[in-house]
């Protein structure tokens, strides 16, 4: 399996909207840890693309040849993104940069067709077993706002498997209606252009570690925020189309939490 991590390390002068770490030791140093993890703990994954827009130069041979102890391959990709653009709309217009340059310029996913992309400064504690239990080409995370109790509904950037063909149809150039100043952001336009397909989460809950780029807070839940991920997992909520079960078990979960918060409020 192909992993494509997307980074961006030297964003200093560019004042990019809704990002709250901005040093690029700091930054640098939470992308080494994630590829070194990467290299070393993410068994089932043979192939790593490392690809970030700042054109920030660096050694990367000790990695690559820590790879190939290994038995994988790492593929580095620079160069510089639209920052104009960027500094506009906000990161999610980068992120789809990133990802459009992997695609046309990586020999690695040239030659595949699938592969799982992860947001470059962060681990899947639990990678090998959400490959080992997820079967399906594309697999997304969808949040409803109902349960989540957000204005709108999301599918997450941070981490997906996809179909190149799928990617190249549906959300290619998804990053160029992003407007974070506006809060339209990239995962909006991924509901918008998915919601309609027929589309299986993972299945199992991904153990996320590392900090939001954003907010600069930790991904790691508490495990009251865990068993419910588990819960929603296991019911579908992710699912983008869900069985007449999911369904029902999705409206009735969402009842529960309105009756617990209606509760909690008296």
């Known amino acids: 399996m192909v992993l494509l991590l997307t980074g ?3 964003i200093r002068s560019f004042n990019v909207p809704f990002t709250s770490i901005t040093s690029v030791e700091e930054r640098f140093s939470q992308y080494l840890c994630s590829i070194e993890y990467a290299i070393t703990h993410y068994q089932l994954i043979t192939e790593i693309v490392f690809c970030e827009n700042t054109g920030y130069a660096f050694n990367h041979v000790p990695l690559q040849e820590k790879a190939l102890i290994n038995g994988k391959k790492l593929e580095i990709l620079s160069f510089r993104g639209d920052y104009d653009q960027i500094k506009q709309k906000g990161k999610g217009y980068g992120e789809g940069e990133i990802i459009r340059y992997a695609l046309q310029n990586s020999e690695i996913l040239g030659k595949r067709d699938t592969f799982f992309k992860l947001t470059g400064r962060l681990i899947v504690k639990n990678m090998d ?16 706002k109902n349960i989540y109790q ?7 950037t941070f981490f997906y498997k996809v ?22 952001f990239l995962e909006h336009l991924f509901y918008e252009r998915l919601s309609s397909l027929n589309l299986q989460s993972f299945k199992r809950v991904p153990l996320i570690s590392g900090f939001s780029g954003s907010s600069g807070d930790p991904y790691e839940s508490g495990k009251k925020a865990e068993i419910l991920e588990r819960i929603n997992c296991f019911i579908g909520v992710h699912n983008l189309k869900k069985t007449v079960i999911e369904k029902f078990m999705t409206q009735l979960f969402s009842f529960v939490l309105k009756v617990r918060k209606l509760v909690k409020w008296t």
Do not use: C, G, W
């Not at 077993?129 to 409803?144: G, L, Q």
């Not at 957000?150 to 997450?156: A, I, L, Q, S, T």
């Open 8 to 10: 961006a390390i030297d």
């Open 129 to 144: 077993e959400i490959i080992t239990a997820t079967p399906f080409e594309n697999s997304f995370i969808y949040h409803p």
């Open 150 to 156: 957000m204005p709108v509904d999301h599918v997450e």
């Open 163 to 184: 179909n190149k063909n799928l990617y190249d149809k549906y959300l290619i150039d998804a990053y160029k209606e992003v407007d974070e100043p506006q809060f339209r």
